[in-house]
């Protein structure tokens, strides 16, 4: 159903978020970051949340994390790790599931690693808190996961600061210190932002292997479509705090059907092309804090019908297994998801 996946019940879930809303207390307003937002990820496959900056795909993330900070509160929903409510942990219970259970990747490395301590130390000091390691065992199995992220002579990396690595190397780290714990869920966010387009492939492949052979459930934040299609199984398309359209990878770029993610879809550099202008959504999304009438995407969209300024669109199920929020697959047949 629209809450879940198509190979959610083959292999069971990891992480459901449920009706969650996430919002921010400013002194000029409330602003609705998540608005009602529902995602499943299973115990198997690589999830992506996707849309452009400020839809709200990072706020979900962080979330999950317990990590958003005032003035931003969970307003509302649930986020269930195995069945478990993570919006009624205790902060000191979060501190042992982050980065045990659930582990995150940010876009920039340099600022997630502390300069003035060796890479190696860092992520073995995640065993030593979380599993009780010691310290020879926690090294061994550093250096080991080094390995198994690409990183060379890993060894010697261990001993290595930030800064004396390439970025493509500090990301791997990253991955390392994600992993290291064989956490139940990765959530990547935007982890290949900042590297050129060879060490983006190696990172992706690397993530790729990681879901195959650790049995760790990924959910990928990024505004990239072209990492998306390289990697993902399922997709959840934000705009403006909500989710617009959903679908496994195939059905979502075979047959797109909300007018964003065809923008979306459309702004993506392809060879062959000729020599012409990329295309771009026209406009800009809007301020949380003085959302449209109706459908938020309305002063957006080129396919706007006078009924969008009127009612905001439910989740319609156009397709098996594809959601999408737009009046024109209101009449598709598949009934709404709540």
Known sequence: MGEGMTRAPEYGETLRIKNLRTHFFTRYGVAPAVDDVTITIPRKGIVGVVGESGCGKSVTALSVMRLVSRPGKIVSGKVLLDGEDLTAKSPREMRQIRGNKISMIFQEPMTSLNPVYTVGSQVAEAMVI??????????????EMFRSVGIPEAEKRFGSYPHQLSGGLRQRVMI?????????????????????????????????????????????????????????????????????????IF?????????????????????????????????????LLSLPKGCRFRPRCERAM?????????LYEAGRGHWVRCHLYRDSGGGETR
């Open 130 to 143: 979380h599993q009780g390691a010691g310290k020879k065992e926690a090294r061994d199995r550093t250096v």
């Open 176 to 248: 390392a210190m994600a992993m290291v714990c064989r956490p139940r869920l990765m959530i990547a966010d935007e982890p290949t932002t900042a590297l050129d387009v060879t060490i983006e492939a190696q990172i992706l492949h690397q993530m790729k292997e990681l879901e195959r052979n650790m049995d760790t459930s990924i959910m990928l934040i990024t505004h990239n479509m072209g990492v998306v299609a390289e990697i993902c199984d399922y997709v959840y398309v934000m705009y403006a705090g909500r989710i617009m359209e959903q679908a496994d």
């Open 251 to 287: 059905s979502l770029f075979d047959h797109t059907m909300h007018p964003y993610t065809t923008g979306l879809l459309g702004s993506i550099p392809r060879s062959g092309r000729g020599g012409g202008r990329l295309y771009n959504i026209r406009g800009m999304v809007p301020s």
């Open 306 to 314: 006078p009924e969008c300024a009127e009612h905001e669109p439910e």
